[in-house]
Structures are given as structure tokens and as C-alpha cells.
């Protein structure tokens, strides 16, 4: 098992374009876990997927951004027309959802918008 | 609301000296506690974790915490650090049934040769 991988590990891009990150979960883990990181802060939960079904959004995830998991094994988050302050460092999480065992991250995709 | 709060933005403690990272959370039931280090760009790696039982939990690379209910902190402690210990640290505690992470700020720990 190689963990939690996430692609690309580094996305520049234009204002208003679309991007899509992938996260590749340790095998087995049915639950899968996003969170944004900006520079000086402690990760902030972004969403949650039991196997394909996504459970919890936070108020964070504007309409602008969604998250997938079709098969309950990989996800891919999309983040349309990106704007500058969408600029951070997007992690992703798996765990088995097993009582008294943790999540394991990713290395994260850092994305810069200008 | 559950939260976790890192009082120390940023300390600097010298090659050999001991360490002690504070964390303080809010949570109406028994706490998941974590402290997990992110190198630069890195993700992050779980040092230490606590769930119940022993209150004085020993993690990786030499780190242990201690759980104080009566205070609601969860400390980290190194006693000697090592100049690859230089990194940020965040104390998360599990918020509900969905195993999601509510994460301090961070501290960044600076070693001086």
C-alpha cells in the first residue's frame, strides 16, 4: 500500500479557469475526506465521502466547487471559474472509519491562481 | 462549537533543549485527540493520538502528550529536539460520527542550532 496520492502535486493557473485534483485513497478505506490549507493555517475541513456518497459539505465548498467519488474508490474535486483566494493547499484524507484508527493524508495538490 | 487553539504561533527552542507545545480544545463529550507535523509542502504525518485509557500517550520520533480533561489541553513534549524536528505542528480533535478533523492554527517550531 503506497497511501494516500494525490495529482498534480503543484496547479498554477489563470483566473476563471476550471481545475480538477484527483486523490487516490489507501485501498479499502471507505471513507474519504477533503480539506483546504491556506498559508498559516490549520487545514480546514472542505467535505466527506462514505464509499460513493458524499455525507457532509461545509459551508465552506461554494457552488463553485464539487467533489466526486463515483466508485467509492478515488475522488476528484473540481474547483470552477477560480478566483485568487482559492489559492491553498488542498489535502486529502482516507481512514477505515474503524473505531480508534485515524486518518492518513495525503501530500496535498498546492494551487496557485493569478 | 468545537475548536482547538494553539496558542503559540511560532517557537524557537535550541538543538538538545527540551519542547512543549500547547493545545487547548472545546468539545462537549470525551475527545479524539491528534497531533500530526507537516514538513514545507508536505501532507501530513500523525504523531500521536489519544481515544481513551492512559492520559500520557507516546507517539512517534520521540513525542509523547498528555491529556488533562480539567484543563482540556493535550500537550506535546519532546524532551531532547532534534534540528529535523523543525516544522509546523497542529493539534486536531475528531468532530462526530463522520471522523471529520477540526485543526488548531499551528505552531511552527524553529531549532537553533
Known amino acids: 500500500d503506497t497511501g494516500v496520492s494525490q495529482d498534480p502535486r503543484h496547479k498554477i493557473t489563470k483566473r476563471g479557469q476550471n481545475v480538477t485534483f484527483r486523490c487516490d485513497p489507501i485501498?479499502?478505506?471507505?471513507?474519504l475526506y477533503w480539506y483546504r490549507q491556506t498559508l498559516g493555517q490549520g487545514p480546514e475541513f472542505l467535505t466527506y465521502?462514505?464509499?460513493?456518497?458524499?455525507?457532509?459539505k461545509s459551508r465552506l465548498l461554494s457552488d463553485r466547487f464539487s467533489a466526486e467519488r463515483p466508485k467509492g474508490s478515488f475522488s476528484t474535486l473540481e474547483i470552477q471559474r477560480t478566483e485568487q483566494g482559492d489559492s491553498a493547499m488542498y489535502l486529502c484524507?482516507?481512514?477505515?472509519?474503524?473505531?480508534?484508527?485515524?486518518?492518513?493524508f495525503g501530500q496535498g495538490t498546492r494551487l496557485t491562481v493569478v | 462549537a468545537q475548536s482547538v487553539t494553539q496558542p503559540d504561533i511560532h517557537i524557537t527552542v535550541s538543538e538538545g533543549a527540551s519542547l512543549e507545545l500547547r493545545c487547548n480544545y472545546s468539545?462537549?463529550?470525551?475527545?479524539?485527540l491528534f497531533w500530526y507535523v507537516q514538513s514545507p509542502g508536505q501532507g501530513l504525518q500523525l504523531l500521536l493520538k489519544?481515544?481513551?485509557?492512559?492520559?500520557l500517550v507516546q507517539g512517534i520520533k520521540g513525542f509523547e502528550a498528555e491529556f488533562k480533561r480539567s484543563q482540556s489541553s493535550f500537550n506535546l513534549r519532546k524532551p531532547s529536539v532534534h534540528w529535523s524536528d523543525a516544522a509546523e505542528y497542529f493539534c486536531a480533535v475528531l468532530s462526530g460520527n463522520t471522523g471529520k478533523l477540526i485543526f488548531g492554527q499551528g505552531t511552527t517550531l524553529q531549532v537553533k542550532p
Open positions: 465521502f462514505q464509499n460513493e456518497a458524499q455525507l457532509e
Open positions: 468539545y462537549g463529550a470525551t475527545p479524539y
Open positions: 484524507a482516507s481512514s477505515s472509519g474503524d473505531r480508534n484508527t485515524e486518518a492518513f
Open positions: 485501498s479499502e478505506h471507505n471513507r
Open positions: 489519544y481515544f481513551s485509557g492512559d492520559t
